[in-house]
């Protein structure tokens, strides 16, 4: 199978059929944790590197969007192939997500655009094209009707609602917005960027309601806790923070500060992520590992070797002990923990 056709290796050799064997849990045998066919498995197809990855809510598919302007779906059972690519993007994919129920994925491109994208039929659903420069980052909304926030290199973040035709607001900073997030009532958006600040804009009000200081450079990565009560951010100042976005939070709001993790002069945007029940972190690096952290102690859990570039996003499977990760190397790889 050629590479291009998501052509897929298993690490070692080949997994034979364990259905029929009684799991032996002595010494020198390894319970396997998930339904993955092999412990570690590889997926390989994009042509350039790979910026962002997404499980789907029910953790049946994976989405990737890469620097070859397309974002390919696998499957994750199995021999994890490339089973559609959504093209139409004229610049790399930065960011993507998947709405709350599935079925439509929402990208976010250097040619100024962000798509919506049906991901029964492959077909792009909508174009939102009123940015002018370079679009980083995209949300949706958690609960309610079909919004979406973006965050562009011209220093506004726009709320789309998807069933409408253009923006329906527009929230000015100064600076270029790198991060975009959704409060989980859907009321307030969060942007980071290049003033190293996360602004909470009011969305009743059109205004900037609190600033969370803090970080020492740029914002790359933010992503809302599972329970909707916690912010995690990456800064390029190689810190991952969290906050406290309760009503009532005392008045400095960030509660831990997690180290390890390296960002470098390619100035990737490298992005964050929780696990679903809250307890552990995650994020890539520069200096090619993926790293998991504990909330509780802000301990480093695992420091994941394999990949050969820059690891520009990781993420956690929704039900599984699964860790997927892409990186500028153009490779994926998802492995149990």
Not at 130 to 155: I, M
Not at 164 to 173: K, M, V
Request: charged content about 20%; aromatic content about 8%; hydrophobic content about 30%.
């Amino acid at each position: 199978m050629q590479a291009g056709e998501g052509a897929l290796s298993v690490m070692g050799p080949r997994p034979m059929d364990l259905s029929s064997i009684t799991p032996y849990n002595g010494s020198g045998s390894k319970q396997r944790t998930s339904s993955l066919l092999s412990p570690i498995m590889l997926l390989t197809g994009h042509q350039s590197g790979i910026y962002t990855m997404k499980f789907n809510p029910s953790g049946t598919v994976v989405a990737s969007g890469s620097h070859d302007r397309e974002i390919f779906l696998w499957h994750v059972s199995g021999e994890c192939k490339n089973f559609m690519v959504l093209k139409g993007h004229k610049n790399a994919i930065l960011d993507l997500q998947w709405t709350t129920d599935g079925s439509q994925i929402i990208s976010a491109s250097p040619d100024k655009t962000l798509r919506a994208w049906d991901v029964e039929t492959g077909k792009q659903i909508k174009k939102m094209a009123e940015h002018s420069s370079f679009v980083n980052s995209c949300c949706p909304s958690r609960r309610g009707p079909p919004l979406v926030v973006s965050g562009s290199d011209d220093g506004t973040a726009k709320l789309w609602d998807l069933r409408q035709r253009g923006a329906i607001q527009t929230f000015p900073d100064k600076y270029q917005i790198t991060a975009v997030g959704f409060s989980d009532a859907s009321d307030k958006i969060y942007t980071g960027g290049i003033d190293n600040d996360v602004k909470i804009w009011d969305l009743r009000r059109n205004e900037v309601t609190m600033t969370l200081e803090g970080h020492q450079n740029m914002i790359t990565g933010m992503q809302l806790s599972p329970d909707g009560s916690y912010l995690l951010t990456n800064g390029m100042d190689s810190t991952l923070r969290i906050w406290d976005m309760r009503p009532y939070a005392p008045q400095n709001r960030c509660v831990k500060i997690m180290e390890g993790h390296q960002h470098n002069v390619e100035q990737n945007l490298l992005k964050c992520g929780w696990s679903p029940d809250g307890s552990k972190v995650t994020a890539g690096s520069s200096d090619r590992m993926v790293y998991i952290w504990d909330t509780t102690s802000r301990r480093i859990l695992y420091k994941l070797p394999g990949h050969t570039g820059s690891v520009n996003e990781c993420v956690f499977h929704p039900t599984e002990p699964i860790i997927g990760s892409c990186s500028s190397d153009k490779q994926i790889y998802l492995g149990e923990i």
